[in-house]
């Protein structure tokens, strides 16, 4: 039980961090290629500080890490968490399809109910 409130833990922090564009941008840039905090910073119209403070989120969330390599911390994207939140959705959308594919099997038989 502890195992599964733990992921769902994690998967409500990788949703909250993608809910915000700069953050969802951050994760597109950095999963192209590693960028420092720095070198991100200067794409957005805010201060190094909020971008830092976007970056921890992103990491708490486990969507990006960051790395020290002498005086700039560079951020690498974390694919893993990607497709954890992809596996979220792709769920979610089986069971709204399930849902689809039952109201048309009652469709049909209020229709067939109604011919005869």
């Known amino acids: 039980m502890v195992v599964v409130q ?12 993608l809910s915000d564009p700069t953050r969802r941008d951050i994760v597109v840039r950095s999963l192209v290629g590693e960028h420092s905090v720095s070198a991100l910073a200067r794409d957005y119209p805010m201060s190094f500080a909020a971008v830092q403070k976007h970056v921890a989120v992103l990491e708490r969330a486990g969507l990006v890490t960051k790395q020290r390599r002498g005086r700039e911390q560079l951020v690498r994207g974390d694919i893993d968490a990607v497709r954890e939140a992809d596996l979220v959705l792709r769920r979610l959308e089986d069971l709204w399809h399930s849902r689809l594919d039952r109201f048309g099997e009652v469709l049909a038989d209020v229709t067939r109910e109604g011919t005869t």
């Open 6 to 17: 733990e992921r769902q833990d994690r998967v409500d922090r990788i949703f909250h961090a």
